[in-house]
Every structure is written in structure tokens, then in C-alpha cells.
């Protein structure tokens, strides 16, 4: 079955909802637990002092990490949806200015970032699937056919200086392969796109 935010909820859908987080909150609580356990009774209690001591700042660095991931994700989808891409790009790039490593500078890394960013309840997000006469980078799409879908091209740049042009390449790659197709043989009629391109902490959004 199921589940999304625009439902009517009663006790019983309200538990099916948030099950998948308590059972993530339990099992993270059950790893500390049972880490306490073998690192006081075979490491020492100098140890496992330490380990409480740095605890509450593990914490507090993974809260704002789901704080922007969370949060950011679900404001970005939503602006991309409503076809604002210059407000989207404007808080992708503070995401990505508060999350990421510049290390983290390579295709692969921000295809998964985007596709982890961009999963949102109501919504399936698509990776690599053959459309139209090739193959796209990630879809976005929603559980009813009335409602928006969103194609994604991702490119990675070398330079700052070619971020704009190879974000229209990517948006023009969507158009001249035709991943919209695929869509709409499937009857979504409402298919928007957009080409991203990447350069370490910064990203440029180009809507077809």
C-alpha cells in the first residue's frame, strides 16, 4: 500500500508512515548500545569515557546533515516542479556549499547525490533507464499521471568558467535525445527538464 502526505491519515496509516523511521532510530540506538558494551568490556573505561564524550558531537554534526539533506531536498523538488529553476539553483548551491567535499569532485558522486536528494514521498526516482533514443540520467516521477515529471541531465564540469554552457548542453541533450517520450507513452503529459552541471561546491540549472 501505498502512502503519501496528501492522504486523509487515521492511527493505523500515521503508524505505517513512520515505522521505517522508528525502526532506523532503534536500530542506530541499538548499534551504540552494543558499541558501549565491547568497547568498555574490552577496551577499558578510559575508552568508553571517550566515546561518550564525543557522542553528542556525532549527533550533532548528523542532525545538520539531515537537516540539509531533508530539508533542502524537499524545497528544491519543489521549486524544480513549479519550474523556479533559478531559486532551485540558488538553494541546491547552498546545500551543496554545506554539505560536500570539494574532493567530492567527480560525475558519479553528484548523479547519487542528486538521485538520494531528490527521493521524496509520492515520488519514484529513476536512474539510467533507457527513453526515447537513449538513455537519461535520472527521473523523477510521481505516483498519479496528472502530476509533474521531471527529467535530470547531469554533467560534470572541469571549470567554473564552462558551468552555464555545459548545464544548456545537458538540457539540450534531453531535447535532441528525447527522454520525454518514454514519459509520455506511459500518459504523464506534464514533463519538465532540466540540465545540471556540477563544479565542486557550485551547480548551474538550465530548464528546457
Not at 506511459?186 to 530548464?207: A, L, M, P, R
Request: glycine letters at 8%; hydrophobic letters at 40%.
Amino acid at each position: 500500500m501505498r502512502i503519501q502526505l496528501t492522504d486523509h491519515f487515521d492511527y493505523k496509516r500515521l503508524l505505517r508512515f513512520v515505522l521505517p523511521t522508528i525502526f532506523m532510530i532503534i536500530c542506530t540506538s541499538v548499534y551504540s548500545i552494543v558499541d558501549g558494551f565491547f568497547v568498555s568490556n574490552f577496551v577499558g573505561k578510559t575508552a568508553f569515557a571517550s566515546i561518550n564524550l564525543i557522542m553528542p558531537v556525532l549527533i550533532a554534526v548528523g542532525s545538520l546533515g539531515f537537516m540539509f539533506g531533508t530539508g533542502g531536498s524537499a524545497v528544491v523538488a519543489k521549486l524544480m516542479g513549479e519550474k523556479k529553476e533559478k531559486e532551485a539553483q540558488k538553494l541546491m548551491n547552498d546545500v551543496l556549499k554545506n554539505s560536500i567535499s570539494y574532493y567530492d569532485n567527480y560525475e558519479s558522486f553528484y548523479h547519487g547525490f542528486m538521485i538520494g536528494f531528490l527521493k521524496a514521498d509520492g515520488y519514484e526516482v529513476k536512474s539510467n533507464r533507457e527513453s526515447g533514443k537513449g538513455r537519461f540520467d535520472i527521473m523523477v516521477i510521481p505516483y498519479e499521471i496528472d502530476e509533474t515529471a521531471i527529467i535530470i541531465e547531469c554533467k560534470h564540469s572541469k571549470n567554473k568558467a564552462v558551468l552555464k554552457k555545459e548545464s544548456e548542453d545537458a538540457a539540450k541533450q534531453i531535447i535532441g535525445m528525447n527522454y520525454q517520450q518514454g514519459l509520455k507513452d506511459e500518459g504523464y503529459d506534464n514533463v519538465i527538464g532540466f540540465g545540471i552541471s556540477f563544479f565542486k561546491k557550485q551547480c548551474y540549472i538550465t530548464k528546457i
